[in-house]
């Protein structure tokens, strides 16, 4: 089974470097540390001991030590974001890459990517899987934590041969993490970490190692000058996702960070600084913020489910260091990884700057709701083009 599973991830990531514009960092040669010291003239200078080779994070695209690399594959958690559960949300602080997306009736769940999964915290509350954020992650074959999955998940879990890599069985009930609640609805008290998931692959005799060919995004090359956008004035911004779910983004000048708030619609209140329960109420903040635009029909008969039309591709924004630029994003099948490419020439890559991503796919039926620019002085995209 492990030969017939490895040469399937081949096959697979061979499709991958024919079907998309190369999004690899490990086309980087592994860069070597050097220091320069001073010879002492008392005494003989003592031989240069090599240092670890460096290689590029697979989801930040930051320099890892060689001996530092997992060499497993990448973890991926849905996370609930029902604006009850806000107050103790777990682990989205320690998250490389974190996508949100709407799911059904104008909420939003998150999908969080962890790097070194033997190393993951607590993370949840854990909830079910849509299709949408399968398709996305499918690519780079991750242990993809969920607690089960709508009709059309499934269809594509079965289709794929998904089943094997997800695991609704590496969370437990944890009661006394939910805070704020006196009685807790049984589905918001899942939760996962490291151990779990490590427990439930060795339990499972998945064969965990994964030696990535390509990074989740095209990242620059570490060690080179941070790119500095075109677009000025990209230091707030409003993302719309339904009339009750809202994320905001204010760029921090000092840590070149945006920091996330959102709406509650619980409470009424806005702008709420979005943070992690599990980290002491760390604020949650990222380098680089995508914003991608797509049609997002109902399928029919799935009690609102939304069928996210990946194959169409669309328009989109990434933001970092306090600028912006257009781009284009294509996905051409479940088993593509996602593109972006400058929205001008419609083929050279985008290059994000090494650093934490957090990735927004919005229903272009909210792209008038979508603002943008200088701290009180967003701008929406209709004034943007009037």
Not at 75 to 83: E, F, G, T, W, Y
Request: one cysteine or more; glycine letters at 8%.
């Amino acid at each position: 089974m492990n030969r017939i599973l490895a040469f399937s991830l081949a096959l697979l990531m061979t499709m991958l470097a024919a079907g998309c514009a190369d999004n690899s960092s490990s086309s980087v040669p592994p860069v070597e540390s050097s220091s320069v010291s001073v010879p002492d003239s008392s005494t003989p200078e003592p031989a240069p001991q090599p240092e670890p080779a460096v290689f590029p994070s697979v989801l930040t695209g930051l320099p890892v030590p060689e001996d530092e690399v997992p060499g497993t594959r990448i973890a991926a958690v849905v996370v609930d974001n029902n604006s009850l559960t806000h107050t103790f949300q777990h682990g989205l602080s320690a998250a490389e890459v974190l996508v949100e997306m709407p799911v059904e009736q104008g909420i939003t769940r998150f999908l969080a990517f962890y790097e070194n999964y033997a190393e993951m915290p607590t993370v949840g509350p854990v909830r079910s899987s849509r299709d949408g954020f399968l398709q996305l992650a499918m690519p780079f074959q991750p242990l993809y934590v969920c607690a089960g999955g709508g009709m059309m998940h499934n269809w594509y879990a079965d289709l794929f041969e998904q089943h094997h890599l997800i695991f609704d069985d590496a969370t437990a009930r944890q009661p006394e993490l939910v805070s704020g609640t006196a009685d807790p609805a049984p589905e918001t008290t899942a939760f996962t970490d490291g151990a779990l998931l490590a427990e439930q692959v060795a339990g499972h005799e998945l064969d965990d190692a994964r030696a990535y060919a390509s990074s989740f995004f095209h990242f620059l090359p570490f060690g080179a000058p941070a790119r500095t956008l075109p677009g000025e004035s990209a230091e707030a911004m409003k993302i719309s996702f339904s009339e009750d779910y809202q994320s905001y983004f204010d760029y921090d000048s000092a840590t070149h960070r945006y920091m996330m708030s959102r709406s509650n619609s619980s409470t009424g209140a806005d702008r709420v600084p979005a943070t992690d329960a599990g980290s002491g109420e760390a604020r949650l903040g990222f380098d680089n913020l995508l914003v991608l635009f797509a049609e997002m029909p109902v399928y029919d008969a799935t009690d609102g489910l939304l069928n996210i039309q990946f194959g169409t591709g669309g328009a989109g924004f990434y933001f970092s260091g306090g600028g912006w630029q257009k781009l284009r994003w294509q996905k051409d099948s479940p088993q593509h990884t996602l593109c972006l490419v400058d929205a001008e020439d419609g083929v050279t890559p985008v290059e994000l700057n090494p650093g934490t991503t957090y990735l927004a796919f919005a229903d272009v039926e909210q792209a008038e709701h979508f603002s943008f620019g200088p701290h009180g002085g967003e701008i929406t995209l209709r004034e943007r083009e009037a």
